[in-house]
T-cell receptor, first 113, second 111 residues
Framework: ETGVTQTPRHLVMGMTNKKSLKCEQH?????MYWYKQSAKKPLELMFV???????ENNSVPSRFSPECPNSSHLFLHLHTLQPEDSALYLC????????????FGSGTQLSVL | GQQLNQSPQSMFIQEGEDVSMNCTSS?????WLWYKQDPGEGPVLLIA?????ELTSNGRLTAQFGITRKDSFLNISASIPSDVGIYFC???????????FGTGTRLTVIP
């Protein structure tokens, strides 16, 4: 079983839909992250949870809503997205926030029509 | 935030050739990391460097932590088709909350 699992792998949604991305880590880590990856841009940090508490919100629009029920699970709830939100959304985990080694999931490729 | 510039942005090489790429920053870091992202997958950690001047290998990959602490280099020897992907550098400052990522070098290996 891989360390960080993301579902779904691909998602197509309309601008009025509501959907959720799921991430689960099996590494015993305490920090979890959401990153956005768009073409020809550096990885953009969106949210960080450390020991289930949100510690970073990198000026992310409210149409993205994270949830971290426990240290192993992380969700990203999506509603009324825009076409420019189409991107690869990557989940990552680390032993704790501030620990430099991140372990990434395979990502969810999101297309907003 | 910190800006990490990777060079080159993309490379097309013949199988068997050696590859060199680098990453520069306007600020110093205490740790440099190199990740590889295969098509359709998330980045995977290749090498972590913790000391200025450090040279570390992982199979055919060798990375160096620059003396100035503002740069890092990655070399791949005798490239093979599965080396295809995007290589990202990342910098970390001790005590800082997060990593800073470079823009990536996209490698294509022609068989």
């Amino acid at each position: 079983e891989t360390g960080v699992t993301q579902t779904p792998r691909h998602l197509v949604m309309g601008m009025t839909n509501k959907k959720s991305l799921k991430c689960e880590q099996h590494l015993g880590h305490n920090a979890m992250y959401w990153y956005k990856q768009s073409a020809k841009k550096p990885l953009e940090l969106m949210f960080v949870y450390n020991f289930k508490e949100q510690t970073e919100n990198n000026s992310v629009p409210s149409r993205f809503s994270p949830e971290c029920p426990n240290s192993s699970h992380l969700f990203l709830h999506l509603h009324t997205l825009q076409p420019e939100d189409s991107a690869l959304y990557l989940c990552a985990s680390s032993q704790r926030q501030g620990y430099e080694k991140l372990f990434f999931g395979s990502g969810t490729q999101l297309s907003v029509l | 935030g910190q800006q990490l510039n990777q060079s080159p942005q993309s490379m097309f090489i013949q199988e068997g050739e050696d590859v060199s790429m680098n990453c520069t920053s306007s600020s110093i870091f205490n740790t440099w990391l190199w990740y590889k992202q295969d098509p359709g997958e998330g980045p995977v950690l290749l090498i972590a460097l913790y000391k200025a001047g450090e040279l570390t290998s992982n199979g055919r990959l060798t990375a160096q932590f620059g003396i100035t602490r503002k740069d890092s280099f990655l070399n791949i020897s005798a490239s093979i088709p599965s080396d295809v992907g995007i290589y990202f550098c990342a910098g970390h400052l001790t005590g800082a909350n997060n990593l800073f990522f470079g823009t990536g070098t996209r490698l294509t290996v022609i068989p």
